[in-house]
């Protein structure tokens, strides 16, 4: 009876000690790490979860750009902190495809990174300068077939979401384009604009306001649905390549060594910002479509994700290719 009553005391204890810990946090600055350039996607949705999390929290939160190797170094830096919460990283489908496309990774994405909180999902938009001759995914699949190798496409980097999102494309169309990786997804973006390269499936975020401003022309969303803010554009399964589905996702994530009730913590104040409505608008407004997930939920879409695009990319012949 002694030993029932000591353990449940401990339990309590535990249980007061975590209440206190979530009081308090933060007490200091919260660094969310972007693995990729300042004015991409990623660094786009990041700005504007940091900006409302801290407007929830009453604290601060400092971006931290750390591109390289396709997320790899900004996602590495997050694993090596302290699990305190005070470190997170902001990443997109992108960290599902790494475990695959490299021979070895300085961390283990199962075990060493923690999933937080899902912030939203968007699809993806098949972007062209205006001046290109294609109209249509249909048209850049002829072309692609008639002239192989020559039509070149942009990505944020060698295994970005941008990159797959044209592997999947060119594996089901039968169809190889000539691959011109960025530093990232603004640069890559740019040089679609100033036709150094031919096009580009951009995540929405990187790509809506040109696509309204008229510098890209949309030839199709990747989703296979269209988009509610870019209604007139036709998917492109519509246009040219039936089956063809991708849909991006952006989330939060902690260190592996993060306490599962810290986790449950952070997970509550990420859902409830991303249940504001300001948020909501302000992510819709970029093409993202909010959406929140327990950690769970969360943490088995990016397991169930790993093992998914590990089949795409094997059959696409990158698997190990880093």
Same mark, same amino acid.
């Given at each position: 009876?002694?030993?029932?009553?000591? &353990?449940? @005391?401990?339990? &309590?204890?535990? *249980?007061?000690?975590?209440?206190?810990?979530?009081?308090?946090?933060?007490?200091?600055? +919260?660094? &969310? !790490?972007?693995?990729?350039?300042? %004015?991409?996607?990623?660094?786009?949705?990041?700005?504007?979860? *940091?900006?409302?999390?801290?407007? !929830?929290? /009453?604290?601060?939160? #400092? !971006?931290?750009?750390?591109?390289?190797?396709? *997320?790899?170094?900004?996602?590495? $830096? $997050? @694993?090596?902190?302290? %699990?305190? %919460?005070?470190?997170?990283? !902001?990443?997109? @489908?992108?960290?599902?495809?790494?475990?695959?496309?490299?021979?070895?990774?300085?961390?283990?994405?199962?075990?060493?990174?923690?999933?937080?909180?899902?912030? *939203?999902?968007?699809?993806?938009?098949?972007?062209?300068?205006?001046?290109?001759?294609?109209?249509?995914?249909?048209?850049?699949?002829? $072309?692609?077939?008639?002239?192989?190798?020559?039509?070149?496409?942009?990505?944020? %980097?060698?295994?970005?979401?941008?990159?797959?999102?044209?592997? &999947?494309?060119?594996?089901?169309?039968?169809?190889?384009?000539?691959?011109?990786?960025?530093?990232?997804?603004?640069?890559?973006?740019?040089?679609?604009?100033?036709?150094?390269?031919?096009?580009?499936?951009?995540?929405?975020? /990187?790509?809506?306001?040109?696509?309204?401003?008229?510098? #890209?022309?949309?030839?199709?969303?990747?989703?296979?649905?269209?988009?509610?803010?870019?209604?007139?554009?036709? @998917?492109?399964?519509?246009?040219?390549?039936?089956?063809?589905?991708?849909?991006?996702?952006?989330?939060?994530?902690?260190? /592996?060594?993060?306490?599962?009730?810290?986790?449950?913590?952070?997970?509550?104040?990420?859902?409830?910002? +991303?249940?504001?409505?300001? $948020?909501?608008?302000?992510?819709?407004?970029?093409?993202?479509?909010?959406?929140?997930?327990?950690?769970?939920?969360?943490?088995?879409?990016?397991?169930?994700?790993?093992?998914?695009?590990?089949?795409?990319?094997?059959?696409?012949?990158?698997?190990?290719?880093?």
């Amino acid at each position: 009876m002694r030993s029932l009553t000591r &353990l449940l @005391t401990f339990i &309590l204890a535990l *249980g007061c000690a975590a209440a206190a810990r979530a009081e308090k946090y933060p007490e200091r600055p +919260i660094r &969310l !790490i972007v693995p990729f350039a300042a %004015g991409g996607t990623v660094d786009i949705v990041a700005r504007i979860v *940091g900006a409302k999390l801290a407007d !929830i929290t /009453g604290g601060k939160v #400092l !971006i931290d750009n750390r591109a390289g190797a396709g *997320g790899v170094i900004g996602t590495e $830096m $997050m @694993t090596q902190a302290p %699990g305190d %919460g005070y470190t997170l990283l !902001i990443h997109s @489908t992108a960290i599902t495809y790494d475990p695959a496309l490299h021979d070895k990774l300085p961390y283990d994405t199962v075990k060493d990174v923690a999933p937080v909180a899902m912030v *939203g999902i968007t699809p993806n938009v098949m972007v062209v300068a205006p001046a290109f001759p294609a109209r249509s995914a249909h048209d850049l699949i002829r $072309m692609a077939r008639q002239e192989p190798g020559r039509i070149t496409f942009a990505s944020g %980097g060698f295994g970005s979401a941008s990159h797959l999102a044209v592997a &999947l494309f060119g594996q089901l169309a039968g169809v190889k384009f000539n691959h011109v990786p960025y530093k990232g997804a603004a640069p890559a973006l740019a040089d679609v604009v100033a036709e150094h390269v031919n096009f580009m499936i951009a995540t929405m975020p /990187g790509a809506i306001q040109q696509v309204r401003s008229g510098s #890209l022309r949309a030839l199709g969303v990747s989703s296979a649905a269209r988009s509610s803010e870019l209604p007139d554009v036709p @998917t492109i399964a519509e246009t040219g390549l039936p089956g063809y589905d991708y849909i991006a996702w952006f989330g939060v994530f902690a260190p /592996g060594t993060t306490p599962p009730d810290l986790v449950a913590h952070l997970n509550t104040l990420l859902r409830q910002a +991303i249940d504001a409505s300001d $948020m909501r608008d302000k992510l819709r407004g970029q093409g993202v479509e909010p959406q929140s997930l327990s950690a769970n939920e969360f943490r088995h879409k990016v397991k169930s994700e790993i093992e998914r695009w590990g089949v795409v990319i094997e059959k696409s012949g990158l698997k190990g290719s880093l």
